[in-house]
């Protein structure tokens, strides 16, 4: 079992940053896959972000290259996700999520964390 727990959400302007961070405990992420996703209001869940702890290629959602980058720390057993430029299209819950493979489909993720809300004014 893997428990999953985001912080990092609030209230930032149009065009300020935020740093999400999403917390491991119960076993490591050494043998997942571990991705971001949203929900925005009244939208289905969006992959984000995603890729291997062990290593490889990190995967972003192709509206989000260059704005957003995950990264993590090894030592925390935590993931993060640096949010810049951000717009007000980017208000949604975020949730981090782990799994076998690090790909856009959260159906295929197996621990969700509770999500962290971000609200971008304009």
């Known amino acids: 079992q893997v428990q999953l727990v985001e912080s990092g959400g609030g209230l930032v302007q149009a065009g300020g940053s935020l740093r999400l961070s999403c917390a491991a405990s119960?076993?490591?992420?050494?043998?997942?896959?571990v991705g971001w996703f949203r929900r925005a209001p009244g939208k289905e869940r969006e992959f984000v972000a995603a890729f291997r702890w062990s290593g490889g290629t990190t995967y972003y959602a192709d509206s989000l290259k260059g704005r957003f980058t995950i990264s993590r720390d090894n030592a925390k057993n935590t993931v993060y996700l640096q949010m810049n430029s951000l717009k007000p299209e980017d208000t949604a819950v975020y949730y981090c999520?782990?799994?076998?493979?690090?790909?856009?489909?959260?159906?295929?993720?197996?621990?969700w964390g509770q999500g962290t809300q971000v609200t971008v004014s304009s």
């Open positions: 119960g076993r490591t992420f050494v043998s997942y896959a």
């Open positions: 999520a782990a799994g076998n493979l690090p790909v856009a489909t959260p159906n295929l993720y197996t621990y």
